[in-house]
């Protein structure tokens, strides 16, 4: 028997579950039967899908990619290229063979369920999301001891469960607020500026922000979520006061994980199954079942009132909001590649607060890490790493170390102020970029310079 389909629709689940947090205490001359075995199954099942759901996430594992075909009588298809997916109750989903659905179809099934959703005529294109879901499908029927004179449907019944599952396009995008939350989240910290000459702001005071930032999720206890939740998580941008030295970069991004572990993340989940399970009011709950892999956007076609057609032509596929997860041999090395890298900062205005630049820079160093210097000065460059230039009350121009004996180093130069120029010249026989000299013409402007002893030159490599 086969139950894989691209489908509309879903059938959840009507029957009630075992308790995944119990197993069978199995002990001599006990008589087990259906109802054990079951349990025994629930636990052990109902445990990965805990380990997947809170420690790895959800969302596209490997494949599952979305394009569109267009062919020329039955018009544009969507296609789902095969692949594996985990869906936010933590279940496995693998889709084996590409999966397709024509459009046209589709939107003459659904058009009473379409048209109070678009003017007439349409005056933008109709959103439909692809969906994938996860379903048990009954398989491999087998006689069944059962009464005398029982119907032909009775006399059979399915020996196995096989893990299949169900495409779908839908009309509303499934919910998937956690990450929705986790990107939002992140959005907020990469706007905190990140120093290596001004103090961290009081860890407290920062902790305190990303609680004011989320603090409309905050204000009523885990056990009565919202009955209304916003459509934002972090709001605002982070003060623009707050700011972290790179040397408690870690100190402090650890706190801030620490408050979405503790705080944050049990106000955005919406689950059903496993350990403190919580959702708001108006969740769907065959949502925890799904995942999203793609929006279409569809140009409509009125034929007559309460009736639709769509173009033979392409559609654009948006993926940009799919969950997805990388594999822990791709983190893997890019951690270890990470390990030839410190990174640092250097964005922002003043105090304000900028965006939050990595940049890269060699673990070799020599010399003092950071040199102020004042204009008006003219000087050469030596031993120096980084370079704060201060043009208030004059020009500054140097002039960076010969190529010669220097190949792959790095250094970097800023202008933290208005007024007078701030000019890097290169040595005699060098360049830098391709010329003599260059100069950083406004404020918080700076370059990332590396030496090519080969070329003779110095290379931007950042600003």
């Known amino acids: 028997m086969s139950c894989s389909c691209f489908s509309s629709h879903t059938n959840s689940m009507t029957v009630a579950e075992p308790n995944p947090a119990k197993h069978v205490n199995f002990n001599v001359g006990m008589v087990l039967g259906v109802d054990d075995f079951t349990q025994e199954f629930a636990y052990l099942s109902g445990r990965d899908q805990w380990l997947a759901r809170d420690l790895i996430g959800y969302g596209t594992v490997r494949g599952l990619n979305v394009r569109m075909e267009v062919d020329a009588i039955k018009g544009p298809r969507v296609v789902v290229e095969p ?38 005529p349409p005056d933008s294109d109709l959103q439909l999301y692809v969906v994938l879901c996860y379903r048990n499908c009954p398989t491999d029927d087998v006689p069944i001891a059962g009464e005398p004179c029982r119907s032909e449907d009775k006399l059979m019944a399915p020996s196995r469960l096989s893990d299949d599952f169900s495409l ?16 939002d989240f992140m959005a907020w910290l990469k706007q905190i500026r990140v120093s290596q000459v001004d103090a961290s702001t009081d860890l407290e005071k920062f902790l305190q922000a ?14 009565s979520p919202l009955t209304s939740p916003p459509g934002d ?7 623009g006061d707050l700011v972290i030295n790179l040397a408690d970069a870690m100190e402090y991004f650890r ?149 010669a004996g220097q190949d792959g180093r790095v250094l970097v130069i800023k202008r933290i102020s208005t007024g007078s120029q701030v000019q890097i010249g290169a040595n005699a026989g060098d360049l830098v970029e391709g010329q003599a000299s260059i100069i950083l013409t406004a404020q918080n402007r700076f370059v990332q310079l590396v030496a090519n002893e080969k070329l003779k030159a110095w290379h931007v490599i950042a600003q």
């Open 210 to 223: 990303i609680r004011d930032a989320a603090s409309v999720w905050l204000t009523s206890p885990l056990s």
């Open 83 to 120: 692949g594996v997916a985990v869906n936010p109750r933590g279940q496995l989903i693998c889709v084996p063979a590409a999966q397709c659905a024509y459009l046209k179809n589709w939107v003459a099934d659904h058009s009473e369920e379409i048209t109070p959703l678009v003017s007439s």
């Open 255 to 403: 706190a801030a994980f620490r408050v979405w572990v503790t705080e944050l993340r049990p106000r955005w989940i919406a689950r059903w199954h496993g350990c403190a399970a919580t959702h708001i009011e108006g969740d769907a709950a065959g949502d925890e079942d799904c995942v999203l892999l793609a929006q279409l956007d569809v140009p409509l076609l009125p034929l007559s009132p309460g009736t639709w057609d769509i173009p033979n032509e392409d559609i654009p596929v948006n993926q940009n909001e799919r969950p997805f997860l990388v594999h822990l041999r791709l983190l893997q090395e890019w951690a270890l590649a990470s390990m030839a890298m410190t990174v640092g900062a250097l964005s922002g205005s003043g105090g304000g607060g900028g965006k939050l630049d990595f940049e890269i820079f060699s673990l070799k160093k020599s010399g003092s890490p950071i040199t102020n210097v004042d204009g008006p000065i003219s000087f050469d460059l030596k031993d120096e790493q980084i370079v704060i230039a201060n043009s208030t009350a004059g020009a500054v121009r140097m002039v960076l170390p010969p190529t």
């Open 233 to 239: 998580f972090m709001f605002g941008s982070p003060p």
């Open 168 to 183: 779908e396009l839908r009309l509303q995008r499934p919910n998937q607020r956690e990450e929705d939350a986790v990107r």
